[in-house]
């Protein structure tokens, strides 16, 4: 991206991940801002109407203050992960990251060659500047699933975001009641 965007281009679509390291991905942003380059990288789930929906009722507080995102069945780390990553940044209005920590997992019995080097699976935990906390489970298997938890309620996410469960605190006959969002 580099070489592409210091050559006159006047924007790059680029696939995920753009970079293997930090250095690597700051490099990549500052030559791209440097040449007045439109950059965009292909995290297409954020244009869903269905996570915009669910974006919005975050934002308008429908769960409460959101308290945090945890993502099932992520998969591996390039090619699944960093979709879970943006999504749950877009989800949250994009908060600032203060500190992260996480694990490659081992690959899955199985599995071996330069697959599954170069793109492990893995789980990790990211708390953000404003408290909210991502956690990413690198060991179940599945479609892309959420739970949204919020001071006021759940929202349970399936399918890949096109089935979602709102849990909210019940009345005195019930603790929780479910209800299709």
């Not at 070489?3 to 970079?19: H, L, N, R, T």
């Not at 991905?25 to 297409?44: E, P, R």
Request: charged share 20%.
């Amino acid at each position: 991206a580099p070489i592409v965007a210091a050559s006159g281009v006047q924007a790059i679509f680029c696939e995920k991940p753009i970079a293997t390291s930090m250095a690597e991905a700051d490099h990549i942003v500052k030559t791209v801002q440097d040449n007045g380059v439109v950059f965009a990288c292909a995290y297409l789930r954020r244009w869903r109407p269905y996570y915009q929906t669910i974006r919005d009722a975050i934002a308008e507080g429908q769960f409460g203050d959101l308290l945090s995102i945890s993502a099932f069945g992520v998969g591996t780390l390039m090619h699944a992960g960093t979709h879970y990553a943006d999504l749950m940044s877009f989800l949250a209005g994009e908060p600032e990251p203060v500190w992260a920590f996480g694990r490659v997992e081992p690959p899955p019995k199985g599995t071996s060659g330069r697959g599954a080097e170069i793109d492990p699976p893995g789980s990790g935990y990211i708390e953000m500047k404003n408290g909210v906390r991502f956690f990413l489970d690198g060991l179940s298997k599945g479609p892309i699933s959420f739970v949204i938890a919020g001071s006021g309620g759940q929202l349970v996410v399936h399918n890949d975001g096109r089935d979602a469960t709102h849990w909210h605190p019940g009345d005195h006959t019930r603790w929780w009641v479910q209800e299709p969002f």
